[in-house]
């Protein structure tokens, strides 16, 4: 059974260290925020302008002055803070945030993401996403393997614009978990449960190392 | 004390004309100064560049001056969620420079700081890094970016005094503390104007030596564009 949504977002708080500050982007990453392992504490960093971003707030908090980077309502925890734009993006270029999570349109074998323009299409930008991959030292995206006409989405090389080059580590998918290796690559880490080393050889079109051992199952 | 309180918003942007490059503060619809473009869309003016992270939605925010057909050309990092927007782009009524949003804030706050341009990892490799130097440090290729500043820079606060100085709230500071300082004339809107110390100096985040005008707002909307709310069980 390859993952939902949830599961990969469940899959992913598996990474987060204890006292890290870590971005989520739009989509499957925001998830992320509902399975945080808890012996762990980890603070949210939102673009634009808050760490320690909590979850939806109560109906009668609701604030207009007080959303995320997906422009949704949200609350603020106990030790928040507030910054302007600026201030926000010298966190993310100055390495300050230890993890980025964002979701992709494709990813390459040597680390490229293309997230943020069809051509042809409406082209909406790239908001902060382009930032966020030229500076993070751990970028981990959460997508599905293929997309909507079953085409894999971990590629050779990225056929859409560019949004950052060599710069994802860890891919996260309904189907695996793979690591892009320095050198190029996808080396398969785990499969998801009852998903097999097959299936995941069909839906990967960019170059897939199995190790030569068992490759186990996620745990969720 | 230089008092820099002006009557309202159609005073503070009376002398903004056709042509004129145009800072908006705001992240989505949050902390828009939405009595002074009120005050634009009255004005009639056209043919603006408009500096704003995002481009309103469909009538509300800059999507009413989008509408009115007043904007030239847009520089902004995100632009989804307006049809009118799309509309216009498509058919090539506007113009569309779209940039890394970090990048877009640096640009602000260098211009108002007086660095003419400064080297960024983002948008590298990318179609945003063509034409532009590069330059490695520390083994890391950088892109050469240049600084930002505008004609007008419109902000939005939520405290303000007489001598311009600004208190912001919440989320709502985002672009609009780094474009008042890359205005030429920088207006601000405030939801409460108050008498010089009043506010405590330690709590100030814009200070008003960047701020040229300064006046109450009659009516804020506050428009959400996500309402998102927890829900209990």
């Known amino acids: 059974m390859s993952l939902d949504k949830i599961g990969i977002a469940?899959?992913?708080?598996?990474?987060?260290?204890?006292?890290?500050?870590?971005?989520?982007?739009?989509?499957?990453?925001?998830?992320?925020?509902?399975?945080?392992?808890e012996n762990?504490?980890?603070?949210?960093?939102?673009?634009?302008?808050?760490?320690?971003?909590?979850?939806?707030?109560?109906?009668?908090?609701?604030?207009?002055?007080?959303?995320?980077?997906?422009?949704?309502?949200?609350?603020?925890?106990?030790?928040?803070?507030?910054?302007?734009?600026?201030?926000?993006?010298a966190m993310i270029r100055g390495q300050h945030v230890q993890l980025t999570v964002?979701?992709?349109?494709?990813?390459?074998?040597?680390?490229?993401?293309?997230n943020w323009k069809i051509p042809g299409k409406m082209v909406k930008g790239m908001g902060g996403a382009m930032d966020l991959v030229a500076s993070a030292d751990n970028i981990i995206v959460a997508m599905m393997h293929t997309n909507k006409k079953g085409e894999?989405?971990?590629?050779?090389?990225?056929?859409?614009?560019?949004?950052?080059v060599n710069c994802v580590k860890k891919v996260i998918t309904n189907l695996a978990v793979l690591d892009v290796l320095p050198d190029g690559g996808f080396q398969l880490v785990e499969r998801a449960p009852d998903v097999s080393v097959d299936q995941i050889k069909k839906a990967t079109s960019g170059k897939l190392i199995i190790p030569n051992r068992e490759i186990p199952e996620m745990k969720l | 004390m230089i008092d820099k309180q002006i009557l309202n918003a159609e005073q503070a942007c009376k002398d903004i004309k056709s042509g004129a490059t145009?800072?908006?503060?705001?992240?989505?619809?949050?902390?828009?100064?939405?009595?002074?473009?009120?005050?634009?869309?009255?004005?009639?003016?056209?043919?603006?560049?408009?500096?704003?992270?995002?481009?309103?939605?469909?009538?509300?925010?800059?999507?009413?001056?989008?509408?009115?057909?007043?904007?030239?050309?847009?520089?902004?990092?995100?632009?989804?969620?307006?049809?009118?927007f799309e509309r216009q782009m498509l058919s090539g009524e506007l113009i569309v420079d779209l940039i890394p949003q970090g990048s877009l804030a640096e640009r602000c706050r260098a211009g108002g700081a007086g660095i003419?341009?400064?080297?960024?990892?983002?948008?590298?490799?990318?179609?945003?890094?063509?034409?532009?130097?590069?330059?490695?440090?520390?083994?890391k290729p950088h892109i050469l970016e240049t600084a930002l500043v505008a004609d007008f820079a419109i902000v939005k606060a939520w405290k303000g005094d007489k001598a311009g100085n600004l208190i912001y709230k919440a989320t709502a500071r985002n672009f609009n503390h780094p474009m008042?300082?890359?205005?030429?004339?920088?207006?601000?809107?405030?939801?409460?104007?108050?008498?010089?110390?009043?506010?405590?100096?330690?709590?100030?985040?814009?200070?008003?030596?960047?701020?040229?005008?300064?006046?109450?707002?009659?009516?804020?909307?506050?428009?959400?564009?996500?309402?998102?709310?927890?829900?209990?069980?």
């Open chain 1, 102 to 114: 964002l979701g992709a349109m494709e990813v390459s074998e040597k680390g490229d993401i293309a």
């Open chain 1, 152 to 164: 894999s989405k971990l590629l050779k090389e990225c056929s859409l614009p560019l949004t950052g």
């Open chain 2, 180 to 233: 008042a300082m890359a205005g030429k004339v920088t207006i601000a809107e405030v939801e409460e104007l108050v008498e010089p110390g009043e506010l405590d100096p330690n709590q100030i985040h814009t200070p008003g030596i960047f701020v040229q005008r300064i006046f109450q707002g009659t009516k804020y909307e506050k428009r959400i564009e996500q309402k998102t709310v927890k829900k209990i069980n």
């Open chain 2, 22 to 84: 145009i800072m908006l503060g705001g992240f989505g619809l949050c902390g828009i100064p939405e009595n002074c473009i009120e005050a634009l869309v009255k004005s009639k003016i056209d043919n603006l560049t408009c500096i704003s992270n995002n481009a309103g939605v469909d009538n509300f925010g800059l999507g009413y001056l989008l509408k009115s057909k007043q904007i030239k050309k847009m520089i902004s990092s995100y632009v989804g969620e307006n049809d009118e």
């Open chain 1, 40 to 89: 762990i504490n980890v603070e949210f960093q939102s673009e634009n302008g808050i760490l320690g971003m909590g979850p939806f707030p109560e109906e009668k908090n609701v604030d207009a002055d007080l959303i995320n980077a997906g422009k949704q309502t949200i609350s603020a925890l106990p030790g928040a803070v507030f910054f302007d734009s600026a201030m926000s993006f």
């Open chain 1, 10 to 37: 469940k899959r992913i708080a598996q990474e987060l260290k204890d006292r890290w500050y870590v971005n989520l982007g739009i989509g499957i990453p925001t998830l992320v925020a509902n399975y945080i392992p």
């Open chain 2, 116 to 139: 003419p341009a400064f080297y960024t990892p983002a948008g590298y490799g990318t179609e945003l890094g063509l034409g532009k130097e590069v330059r490695e440090f520390n083994g």
